[in-house]
Nanobody, 124 residues
């Protein structure tokens, strides 16, 4: 049974940092590209960051480029998202996802498996 479990969310002041983690079980992680998405209240889920199988290539939404860093540890079966310089507009539930296919890494439809999310609240 595949399971993705996010952690590390919380309440933080604007300008602060968080490190989100995603524990992956039930699959061989190095066979999957991984991504982070987020969903703010009243808005659709959106792409945040993606990473290829080895971690060599990373992709970011324009809104987070330079502030967010995605990384992975295939040996430990973990995906990470380092979030710096947080802004109130970063408030959302953050989801990790895994895809075994070759679709657009920025598209939700490419992903086979999803976590339940971790909430990030940024106060101004």
């Amino acid at each position: 049974q595949v399971e993705l479990v996010e952690s590390g969310g919380g309440l933080v002041q604007a300008g602060g940092s968080l490190r989100l983690s995603c524990a992956v079980s039930g699959l061989t992680m190095d066979g999957f590209r991984m991504g982070w998405f987020r969903q703010a209240p009243g808005r659709e889920r959106e792409f945040v960051a993606g990473i290829n199988w080895s971690g060599y290539y990373t992709y970011y939404a324009d809104s987070v480029q330079g502030r967010f860093t995605i990384s992975r540890d295939n040996a430990k079966n973990f995906l990470y998202l380092q979030i710096n310089s947080l802004k109130p507009e970063d408030t959302a539930v953050y989801y990790c996802a895994a895809t075994s296919g070759f679709g657009n890494i920025k598209s939700m439809s490419a992903y086979n498996f999803w976590g339940q999310g971790t909430r990030v609240i940024v106060s101004s």
